[in-house]
Each structure stands twice: as structure tokens, then as C-alpha cells.
């Protein structure tokens, strides 16, 4: 039923990571996917110059911010299934054939619980929230894929969220009762966050931010207060 996924990666500064991404994403896929990596047009570090394989494509947007970045390269994807990114996640193997089993199972979207790299037991602890349908689901690292008609009828990533776009959009899903899973292999996602913070910190961090959004305050005060606390 559905054939091409096409992955988007939004990206700044990332060229230390994106080699060893492409080759992981390609790599991973049983078939042949298109590997779209959008640039802020902020970004200074030249990450083309390490893209190597023939399915992979670099693209700048015009505007700087994630959900704008997802967006443009959303546009510009050829794939009839579209799978969001981020740069330090490392997409399980056979993902695309997770996809589309997802997908010819009657879903719209889904993504991927996680685990973290390096990890340990507070980690765990975490990474296993990632697989349940509680509040906390849809957002983060989990790796959101669509179907390209639904997500374009979803309008995609609202751009006034600078921060939390991916709670956004989810939230929309989950109000219009469309048909979502939460995959099970797992995602790998770096813990440079906790490495560079704390446990504690990161956590109390990411509660408030999310209280915040549940509470409707203003995304860019969101962000100011989150890159105010964390190290990144």
C-alpha cells in the first residue's frame, strides 16, 4: 500500500554527526529510502560536504527552527511515508519495515520508544515511559512518522512552537481520535543531555517545559527558560 518512506532530518552545525547518521539510516532500511537532511540557514559548519550516498539530499530552508526546517523538507520529500529525526538518534534496524506494517495495519502515525546510549537504571527508568501512552507520549526523541496525506491534512508542524512542536502535533492527533502506535524496538537516543546536567536536573527541567506547554504559555518563553537551565 505504501511504498517510499522518506526520513527528514533537521539539522545546525551538525556536520561532527551526519556521516555516521546517513550511513546508519541507509544502512538500517531494508529497502531503498530518500534521506532528506534540512539546514537552518544559521548553520555555519558546511554539512553537506559529508554526505556521501546517492539517496541523500541537503536542503535550506529559508527560516531557522525545527517545525519550519521539518516542514521544508516535508515539501520537498517524495516518499508517500514521512519519518522525522532528529540528528543523535539512531533509527532501529528494518525500521522502514516497522513503518509500513504500522501503517498497513489501519495507523496514520506512530514512533519509536527509546533507550539511551551510554545508559544506566534512572535511564531505564525513563526510556521505558517512552513505550506507554501516557501524557509524556509523542514527544522528545520518538522519532514521528506519517503518512504523507495525513500529515499534510494534520498542516504539519505548527511553526509558532519553537520548542515542544512535536507535543503539538501530537496533541492534534490524539483530539482528533486518529489511529497511532507506539512502536516497540526501540530508538537509540544519546544521554548528552543527562551527561552534561543531571538526572534530577533534566528531569525537573522537562516537567516544568512541559507543564508550561499544558498550560499554554508562550513557546519562545518555553524555550528561553529551558536553554537558560540546561547545558546542550
Given at each position: 500500500m505504501y511504498d517510499k518512506i522518506s526520513v527528514i532530518v533537521p539539522i545546525l552545525n551538525e556536520a561532527s554527526n551526519v556521516a555516521a547518521l546517513?550511513?546508519?539510516?541507509?544502512?538500517?532500511?531494508?529497502?531503498?529510502?530518500?534521506?532528506?537532511?534540512?539546514?537552518?540557514?544559521?548553520?555555519?559548519?558546511?554539512?553537506?560536504?559529508?554526505?556521501?550516498?546517492?539517496?541523500?539530499?541537503?536542503?535550506?530552508?529559508?527560516?531557522?527552527?525545527?517545525?519550519?526546517?521539518?516542514?521544508?523538507?516535508?515539501?520537498?520529500?517524495?516518499?508517500?511515508?514521512?519519518?522525522?529525526?532528529?540528528?543523535?538518534?539512531?533509527?532501529p534496524i528494518h525500521f522502514d519495515v516497522e513503518i509500513k506494517k504500522c501503517l498497513a495495519e489501519g495507523h496514520i502515525m506512530g514512533f519509536?520508544?527509546?533507550?539511551?546510549?551510554?545508559?544506566?537504571?534512572?535511564?531505564n527508568i525513563n526510556a521505558a515511559q517512552t513505550g506507554k501512552d501516557g501524557i509524556f507520549a509523542g514527544g522528545g526523541d520518538q522519532c514521528h512518522f506519517f503518512t504523507r496525506?495525513?500529515?499534510?491534512?494534520?498542516?504539519?508542524?505548527?511553526?509558532?512552537?519553537?520548542?515542544?512542536?512535536?507535543?503539538?502535533?501530537?496533541?492534534?492527533?490524539?483530539?482528533?481520535?486518529?489511529?497511532?502506535?507506539?512502536?516497540?524496538?526501540?530508538?537509540?537516543?544519546?544521554?548528552?543531555?543527562?551527561?552534561?546536567?543531571?538526572?534530577?536536573?533534566?528531569n525537573l527541567t522537562n516537567l516544568i517545559a512541559f507543564t508550561m506547554f499544558g498550560m499554554r504559555v508562550s513557546p519562545q518563553t518555553i524555550k528561553n527558560f529551558y536553554s537558560s537551565v540546561l547545558k546542550s
Open positions: 546517513e550511513a546508519h539510516i541507509h544502512q538500517s532500511a531494508l529497502h531503498e529510502v530518500e534521506l532528506i537532511f534540512c539546514d537552518s540557514p544559521n548553520s555555519t559548519d558546511f554539512s553537506y560536504r559529508h554526505l556521501f550516498y546517492e539517496n541523500s539530499i541537503y536542503i535550506k530552508s529559508a527560516k531557522a527552527g525545527r517545525a519550519t526546517q521539518m516542514n521544508h523538507g516535508a515539501k520537498s520529500a517524495k516518499g508517500d511515508i514521512l519519518l522525522f529525526c532528529h540528528a543523535d538518534v539512531k533509527l519509536f520508544k527509546y533507550r539511551f546510549s551510554p545508559t544506566n537504571v534512572l535511564l496525506k495525513s500529515f499534510f491534512d494534520l498542516g504539519g508542524y505548527d511553526e509558532h512552537y519553537v520548542i515542544m512542536e512535536d507535543f503539538a502535533l501530537f496533541k492534534k492527533v490524539k483530539k482528533s481520535n486518529l489511529p497511532y502506535k507506539i512502536i516497540q524496538k526501540p530508538a537509540i537516543v544519546s544521554a548528552r543531555k543527562y551527561q552534561k546536567n543531571s538526572y534530577l536536573k533534566v
